[in-house]
């Protein structure tokens, strides 16, 4: 098993764990999310391309998993300046979750982001994801706010 940065041959098998990940999401929120993700190869592409774009697969003969995050240098007229790691999209393939990549993968995560000088590492995460959210907390993730809604 190997953590490495992906490549743009690497796609179809990292869409299929996005497939995994949107489906999930579009039947808990259908309202919100599409039936079908629109993750394109040439979206993919530009991610690898830019600098500021973290994206590691775990492989053994295929890739069972990913991460991706962005760097994000914050500050506005009432916070400081900070730089934090965002997580934009974490997958693991249904049959290798709750083995043990997932936690390989937040590690790795973790040491490129204080390589980077980062000052944390962000996500979000949906309230019916109850799997997700153990598996965050367990990580030292804390909740830093609430997104509330009211549907009309």
Not at 5 to 19: A, C, G, R, V, W
Not at 25 to 41: E, I, M
Not at 74 to 101: A, C, D, R, V, W
Request: glycine share 4%.
């Amino acid at each position: 098993m190997e953590i490495t940065k992906p490549n743009i041959n690497d796609f179809n098998e990292i869409h299929s764990i996005f497939e995994e990940v949107h489906n999930l999401h579009q039947q808990n929120r259908p309202d919100l999310f599409k039936t079908k993700s629109h993750f394109t190869k040439e979206e993919f592409q530009n991610i690898l391309n830019d600098s500021n774009q973290i994206f590691l697969v775990i492989k053994n003969k295929h890739i069972e998993g990913f991460i991706h995050a962005t760097i994000n240098n914050k500050s506005s007229n009432n916070t400081i300046h900070y730089k934090n790691l965002f997580i934009s999209s974490f997958g693991i393939k249904k049959e290798y979750q709750n083995t043990g990549l997932g936690s390989k993968l937040i590690q790795e995560l973790k040491k490129i982001a204080i390589n980077q000088k980062c000052d944390n590492i962000i996500l979000n995460v949906w309230s019916f994801n109850d799997s997700a959210i153990a598996f965050y907390l367990k990580h030292g993730f804390k909740e830093q706010r609430k997104i509330m809604e009211i549907k009309l």
